[in-house]
């Protein structure tokens, strides 16, 4: 059973920082890359970011150059470094675990953006 644990989310002012980090567990098939959702209120959910274990990333165009996606592969965890955020990503982040069998969504954490 795969399970992805995240953390990280919260309550930051306009031009804050947060990170969050997701870790997967649970399955004997190879992980072939982990990734980051966003869904806002009202919205469709959408990518923000992913990344392979070979290190190649991909960012929706909103997020370049304020988040970076990072991961550590002996600890099948990946990161969201969320710096300059703003009212606009403000949503519930999920993380997304993509194997060769498959893909897995976490929970989701809460990301608010407010003064």
């Known amino acids: 059973q795969v399970q992805l644990v995240e953390s990280g989310g919260g309550l930051v002012q306009p031009g804050g920082s947060l990170r969050l980090s997701c870790a997967a567990s649970?399955?004997?098939?190879?992980?072939?890359?982990m990734g980051w959702y966003r869904q806002a209120p009202g919205k469709q959910r959408e990518l923000v970011a992913t990344?392979?274990?070979?290190?190649?990333?991909n960012y929706v165009d909103s997020v370049k150059g304020r988040f970076t996606i990072s991961r550590d592969n002996a600890k099948n965890t990946v990161y969201l470094q969320m710096n300059s955020l703003k009212p606009e990503d403000t949503a519930v982040y999920f993380c997304?675990?993509?194997?060769?069998?498959?893909?897995?969504w976490g929970q989701g954490t809460q990301v608010v953006v407010s003064s």
């Open positions: 997304y675990a993509q194997y060769n069998i498959g893909g897995y």
């Open positions: 649970g399955s004997i098939f190879r992980l072939v890359s």
């Open positions: 990344i392979t274990t070979g290190g190649s990333t």
